[in-house]
C-alpha cells in the first residue's frame, strides 16, 4: 500500500507538518506553487510579519526549532498605544516575562523549508495543483517551468494550501460538505516605517504598536532590519473608507487628521499606499475535514480566520503538532487518526474564528477606553492573586494551550461576572481581599 505523504502548500503549516511527519519517519512530498524561498529571487519584498506565542512555539519546539526561533524573533511585551494626540501608553500583555514574539513570515517560512530539505523532504516548487480527486486520492499538478501536467496518487493527502485550498474545493463538489465564507467590511494594507537616520528603530521595539481610532486601526510589528511593518485596516466603503483614499492629498490628510506621530515615520507613504495592494479579510467554517479516506485538511484550508488575535498561524501550528500526536497514537489507523483530528479540533477553530472577530472591536476601539483599562486591570489582580483560577482571556489564548473552546467559554462566565463587577467598582483600588474573593467564588 502506497504510505507517502502529499503535502499542498509549503507555507507555514505546510511546511512545519512535513518536519514533525518526517521526524516519524513518514516519506513527505510537497508540491507548492511558488517558487522555492531559498533562491535569490524570493528573498526580495517586504517584509510582513506574524506574532507568534504559545502555542505557534509548543509546535515549532516539536521539530526542534527553539533555538533557531530565538534567532529570528522580537519579544513584544506589551501593546504600546498611540492617540491622536501622540501620547503614548503601554499596555502588558501578561505578566512580567510573558510577551508574544514578531517573526518574518519569509524568514520562518524558508526557515522551516530548510529544516524539512535536511529531514529529507521533498520539495517541488513552482508545481501548482489545479485539482484533486479524492476517491483514488490523486493530485493534477502542473509544472510552471514546463507547464505539463502530472498525476501523483498519494497514501495520504494533506490540504495546508491556505485559505483558497485546491483540496477543500473538490471536497465542496461532494454530498453533505458544510461551507461558509464571511468577509468583513474592512481590508488591509501594509506599509513600512524604515530604521530611523541613525539606523535605529524608530519606536519601541519590544512593543506591537497600535492606533485605535474606532472604526478603523493602524498596527505595527518590528521586524530585524529595525523597519517597523504598519498595516491599516479600514473599511471598504463609508465615510472612512478606502474607497474615500484616492488622491495622494487624501491619503496625507486622513493619516494628519488620525495618526500623526506615525505619519511623520513613514517618508514613502503615498508611494506605498498607491502601490501596495488592499487586501481583503475572509472567516472560512467548512467541514468535514476529509472526504472518502486518507485526505484531511489542516491550518487556513480548514479554518481561515481574521488576523486580530494573531492566532491564525499559531493555531495551524497547533493543528500540526495535534496531528503529530494523533499519529503517534494512531500508527497506521489513518481513518481513526483523522476521526479524532477533525472531531476535537473543529469546535476550537471554531471559537478562535469567533474570538478574532470580537477581538477586532477590543483593539481597535476598547483599548482606548478607560472603563475597559480599568476592568483589565482588575483582571489581571486576579490573575496575580488566584493564576490558576482566573485567567484572562487573551492569557487563555496567547501563553496557554487551553483548548481555544474552553478558553472561549470561559471568557464569557468572566464577561458576565466583571460586567456585574463594573457596576460596583470602576477603580481596582475600591476592591478588597475578600471582593476579591468573591470574584473567584463566582466563576468556580
Ligand atoms: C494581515 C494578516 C496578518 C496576520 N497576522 C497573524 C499573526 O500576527 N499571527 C498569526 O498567528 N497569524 C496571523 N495571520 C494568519 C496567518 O497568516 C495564517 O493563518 C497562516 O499563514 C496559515 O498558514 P497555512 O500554512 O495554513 O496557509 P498559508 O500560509 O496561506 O500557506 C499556504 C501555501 O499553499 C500554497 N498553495 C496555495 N494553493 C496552492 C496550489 N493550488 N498548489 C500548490 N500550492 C498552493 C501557497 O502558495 C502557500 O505557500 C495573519 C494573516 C493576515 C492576512
Redesign the pocket.
Known amino acids: 500500500m502506497n504510505q507517502d505523504v502529499v503535502i499542498?502548500?509549503?507555507?507555514?503549516?505546510?511546511s512545519l507538518l512535513s518536519i514533525l511527519l518526517a521526524q516519524q519517519g513518514k516519506q513527505v512530498h510537497m508540491?507548492?506553487?511558488?517558487p522555492d524561498p531559498r533562491g535569490a529571487a524570493a528573498s526580495q519584498g517586504r517584509s510582513i510579519n506574524?506574532?507568534?506565542s504559545h502555542r505557534?512555539i509548543q509546535a515549532l519546539e516539536q521539530a526542534g526549532l527553539a533555538d533557531s526561533l530565538r534567532q529570528i524573533a522580537i519579544p513584544m511585551h506589551g501593546r504600546m498605544m498611540h492617540s491622536v494626540e501622540g501620547a503614548l501608553t503601554f499596555q502588558p500583555y501578561g505578566t512580567a516575562g510573558q510577551y508574544i514574539n514578531s517573526v518574518s513570515?519569509g524568514v520562518l517560512n524558508r526557515l522551516l523549508i530548510e529544516q524539512a530539505a535536511t529531514r529529507q523532504v521533498s520539495f517541488h516548487f513552482e508545481?501548482?495543483?489545479e485539482d484533486v480527486h479524492l476517491v483514488d486520492n490523486t493530485i493534477f499538478v502542473r509544472d510552471e517551468a514546463t507547464q505539463k501536467m502530472q498525476e501523483v496518487i498519494a497514501g495520504l493527502l494533506i490540504g495546508?494550501?491556505?485559505?483558497?485550498?485546491?483540496l477543500r474545493n473538490a471536497m465542496q463538489k461532494t454530498p453533505r460538505f458544510d461551507y461558509s465564507q464571511h468577509y468583513i467590511a474592512h481590508g488591509?494594507k501594509e506599509l513600512t516605517i524604515p530604521a530611523s537616520a541613525t539606523g535605529d528603530f524608530a519606536m519601541e521595539p519590544h512593543a506591537l504598536h497600535i492606533w485605535p481610532r474606532g472604526g478603523h486601526m493602524l498596527i505595527a510589528l518590528p521586524n530585524q532590519d529595525k523597519s517597523f511593518t504598519c498595516?491599516l485596516f479600514l473599511a471598504y466603503e463609508g465615510n472612512e473608507s478606502f474607497e474615500k483614499l484616492q488622491t495622494e492629498e487624501d491619503v496625507l490628510a486622513f493619516f494628519n487628521r488620525y495618526f500623526p506621530d506615525a505619519l511623520s515615520l513613514i517618508p514613502h507613504l503615498t508611494d506605498d499606499f498607491f502601490t501596495n495592494p488592499t487586501?481583503d479579510?475572509v472567516t472560512i467554517h467548512c467541514y468535514p475535514w476529509s472526504r472518502y479516506h486518507h485526505n484531511v485538511l489542516l491550518?487556513?484550508?480548514a479554518h481561515a480566520i481574521v488576523?486580530f488575535y494573531?492566532?491564525?498561524?499559531?493555531a495551524?501550528f497547533e493543528d500540526c503538532h495535534i496531528f503529530n500526536k494523533l499519529l503517534t497514537k494512531h500508527g497506521t489507523d489513518t481513518d481513526a487518526l483523522i476521526a479524532e483530528f477533525q472531531r476535537t479540533r473543529k469546535p476550537d477553530a471554531d471559537a478562535i474564528a469567533e474570538l478574532a472577530l470580537q477581538n477586532f472591536v477590543e483593539m481597535r476601539d476598547k483599548v482606548a477606553d478607560d472603563a475597559f483599562l480599568e476592568r483589565k486591570k482588575i483582571e489581571a489582580e486576579l490573575y496575580r492573586r488566584y493564576p490558576n483560577q482566573w485567567i484572562p482571556l487573551y492569557t487563555m489564548v496567547t501563553f496557554t494551550d487551553i483548548p481555544y473552546a474552553e478558553a472561549l467559554e470561559t471568557g464569557r462566565k468572566q464577561d458576565r461576572i466583571m460586567e456585574e463587577v463594573m457596576k460596583e467598582f470602576t477603580h481596582l483600588i475600591a476592591l478588597t481581599d475578600q471582593d476579591f474573593e468573591n470574584i473567584v467564588a463566582r466563576l468556580l
Do not use: I, W
Open positions: 499542498l502548500g509549503a507555507g507555514l503549516s505546510g508540491y507548492e506553487k511558488r506574524l506574532a507568534l505557534g513570515r508545481h501548482t495543483c495546508a494550501d491556505g485559505a483558497f485550498s485546491v488591509y498595516t487586501s479579510l491550518g487556513d484550508a488576523p494573531g492566532q491564525g498561524m499559531n495551524a
